[in-house]
């Protein structure tokens, strides 16, 4: 008897858009155009009010997990493998709520966390654990677009829950390398290709405007700390060909950790006292699709975020990304042509580098092609979700059920065992006659200590 329902799947999306990180929130955006017909509740590990940018309330997805059923559980994006819920938290957390964080001490923060996230174990923020969910044991699965070679650095215990995550997922996709590599040495079928967000350019199509006379300048606050706001600043107004261009400061997220305003103000002020004629503005903008259209509508795209990079590729535009690790193994592996990893004192050859770039026809060809494979691994996604939905029996909802509970059962167990014979070589250590003559001498060298200290303080008297 099929349990699929007759409006389409009801879809739980699971990401980090409780916060405001432009790429993660594109991530729900592109991928929701995918599944017309479903019921898509979106779903963070916190819970946020994100009217402002997302036109809607983002709800912790264990509170949801527990009391609501779904016939599909897709992570839609993003590093989920290095990520834990701490430094989700961190990273998510508003300025009052993070300051109250910091202020806490260890078993506090704890606490706070587990707070906030629903008071259930959560291995990994953005790959629930849905042994844990008994609605929902039994859902598809799907993690698309993810890098989770992040795993590997992971402890012990947590990289075992966490392969076990991946190995009970329905369908998978990764947009990196080192995440392909590492899901064939554990034997787990996925699929390689470009990140979700590239197929943007497929769902609302604009032509590049290669006369326009605005440059975009995007970078982290890490980074700004790093090169020197003076530096940057310095930079953008010597570079021969962002002359009589009105660059704009585009912030990729306001999200702890992420982009300021008070760092581009420290920019522009530097700037004007150089050149006081310089045309350098923030942009205001902080809705995804605004951001995208700001990117679009330039002449050249300079930055450090790796969704700002693929925004500007889905689009055909210029492109410089500054050095940094993660944008860095992306262009190398799916957007060579464009410079990468540039220093910042030879940006201003790399933004004429890629103004040549830009007009060579493989150059543009390659962008659409990451456009169409990232459009048509979310519509085949799409696809086999809906069609399972639909044609799924019990049996097979139960033998998902049954394959997640009998793992997380093995792996507790496995710990139990372990404990055990820890306790017990502990206790065999503890009833040695070396341990205890250590144990004795201990005692003796410290009131040897008290001792001489007592006699010290005597004779200092």
Same mark, same amino acid.
């Given at each position: 008897? /099929?349990?699929?329902?007759?409006?389409?799947?009801?879809?739980?999306?699971?990401?980090?858009?409780?916060?405001?990180?432009?790429?993660?929130?594109?991530?729900?955006?592109?991928?929701?155009?995918?599944?017309?017909?479903?019921?898509?509740?979106?779903?963070?590990?916190?819970?946020?009010?994100?009217?402002?940018?997302?036109?809607?309330?983002?709800?912790?997805?264990?509170?949801?997990?527990?009391?609501?059923?779904?016939?599909?559980?897709?992570?839609?994006?993003?590093?989920?493998?290095?990520?834990?819920?701490?430094?989700?938290?961190? $990273?998510?957390?508003?300025?009052?709520?993070?300051?109250?964080?910091?202020?806490?001490?260890?078993?506090?923060?704890?606490?706070?966390?587990?707070?906030?996230?629903?008071?259930?174990?959560?291995?990994?923020?953005?790959?629930?654990?849905?042994?844990?969910?008994?609605?929902?044991?039994?859902?598809?699965?799907?993690?698309?677009?993810?890098?989770?070679?992040?795993?590997?650095?992971?402890?012990?215990?947590?990289?075992?829950?966490?392969?076990?995550?991946?190995?009970?997922?329905?369908?998978?996709?990764?947009?990196?390398?080192?995440?392909?590599?590492?899901?064939?040495?554990?034997?787990?079928?996925?699929?390689?290709?470009?990140?979700?967000?590239?197929?943007?350019?497929?769902?609302?199509?604009?032509?590049?405007?290669?006369?326009?006379?605005?440059?975009?300048?995007?970078?982290?606050?890490?980074?700004?700390?790093?090169?020197?706001?003076?530096?940057?600043?310095?930079?953008?107004?010597? /570079?021969?060909?962002?002359?009589?261009?009105?660059?704009?400061?585009? $912030?990729?997220?306001?999200?702890?950790?992420?982009?300021?305003?008070?760092?581009?103000?420290?920019?522009?002020?530097?700037?004007?006292?150089?050149?006081?004629?310089?045309?350098?503005?923030?942009?205001?903008?902080?809705?995804?699709?605004?951001?995208?259209?700001?990117?679009?509508?330039?002449?050249?795209?300079?930055?450090?975020?790796?969704?700002? +990079?693929?925004?500007?590729?889905?689009?055909?535009?210029?492109?410089?990304?500054? /050095?940094?690790?993660?944008?860095?193994?992306?262009?190398?592996?799916?957007?060579?042509?464009?410079?990468?990893?540039?220093?910042?004192?030879?940006?201003?050859?790399?933004?004429?580098?890629?103004?040549?770039?830009?007009?060579?026809?493989?150059?543009?060809? +390659?962008?659409?092609?990451?456009?169409?494979?990232?459009?048509?691994?979310?519509?085949?996604?799409?696809?086999?979700?809906?069609?399972?939905?639909?044609?799924?029996?019990?049996?097979?909802?139960?033998?998902?059920?049954?394959?997640?509970?009998?793992?997380?059962?093995?792996?507790?167990?496995?710990?139990?065992?372990?404990?055990?014979?820890?306790?017990?070589?502990?206790?065999?250590?503890?009833?040695?006659?070396?341990?205890?003559?250590?144990?004795?001498?201990?005692?003796?060298?410290?009131?040897?200590?008290? /001792?001489?200290?007592?006699?010290?303080?005597?004779?200092?008297?």
């Amino acid at each position: 008897m /099929s349990t699929g329902t007759t409006h389409g799947p009801r879809v739980l999306m699971v990401g980090a858009y409780e916060r405001d990180n432009f790429g993660d929130l594109l991530f729900l955006l592109v991928t929701e155009k995918y599944l017309p017909n479903a019921q898509v509740v979106s779903s963070a590990p916190f819970s946020a009010d994100m009217t402002a940018l997302l036109d809607r309330k983002v709800e912790a997805y264990s509170p949801l997990l527990l009391d609501e059923e779904f016939d599909a559980v897709w992570t839609v994006g993003g590093q989920v493998g290095g990520t834990d819920l701490r430094s989700a938290f961190r $990273m998510s957390a508003g300025p009052e709520l993070y300051r109250e964080y910091r202020r806490s001490s260890p078993a506090r923060r704890d606490e706070m966390v587990r707070e906030a996230a629903g008071k259930v174990h959560i291995a990994s923020p953005y790959i629930p654990s849905l042994a844990s969910y008994p609605l929902n044991a039994g859902a598809i699965s799907v993690l698309n677009s993810v890098g989770v070679s992040g795993i590997r650095g992971a402890e012990r215990y947590r990289r075992e829950e966490l392969i076990a995550l991946l190995r009970a997922a329905t369908l998978v996709s990764v947009r990196d390398k080192e995440s392909s590599v590492y899901l064939t040495e554990l034997g787990i079928e996925h699929r390689q290709v470009p990140d979700a967000v590239h197929a943007i350019s497929v769902l609302r199509p604009a032509e590049r405007n290669p006369d326009s006379d605005v440059a975009i300048f995007q970078a982290s606050t890490s980074i700004l700390t790093k090169l020197g706001h003076a530096n940057v600043a310095a930079a953008l107004v010597a /570079s021969e060909h962002l002359k009589g261009l009105r660059i704009r400061l585009l $912030m990729a997220g306001t999200a702890n950790g992420h982009d300021s305003v008070a760092d581009f103000e420290k920019v522009i002020t530097h700037a004007k006292r150089i050149d006081p004629g310089v045309d350098m503005e923030i942009v205001a903008d902080r809705r995804p699709f605004d951001l995208c259209d700001r990117m679009r509508e330039a002449r050249v795209v300079i930055g450090t975020s790796l969704h700002v +990079r693929i925004i500007a590729c889905a689009y055909g535009i210029p492109r410089v990304t500054l /050095s940094r690790t993660k944008p860095t193994r992306y262009a190398r592996a799916w957007d060579p042509d464009m410079p990468f990893d540039v220093s910042l004192g030879g940006l201003d050859v790399a933004v004429g580098q890629a103004l040549e770039a830009a007009d060579r026809p493989e150059v543009l060809a +390659r962008s659409r092609e990451l456009s169409r494979l990232a459009h048509d691994n979310l519509t085949n996604f799409a696809e086999q979700v809906t069609t399972l939905a639909a044609t799924q029996t019990a049996e097979d909802k139960e033998r998902r059920r049954d394959a997640r509970r009998h793992t997380q059962a093995a792996l507790l167990a496995s710990r139990t065992e372990e404990l055990k014979r820890a306790r017990k070589e502990l206790m065999a250590i503890r009833s040695s006659r070396t341990y205890r003559l250590t144990q004795k001498a201990g005692k003796i060298v410290r009131a040897i200590r008290r /001792s001489l200290g007592a006699k010290a303080t005597a004779r200092a008297a």
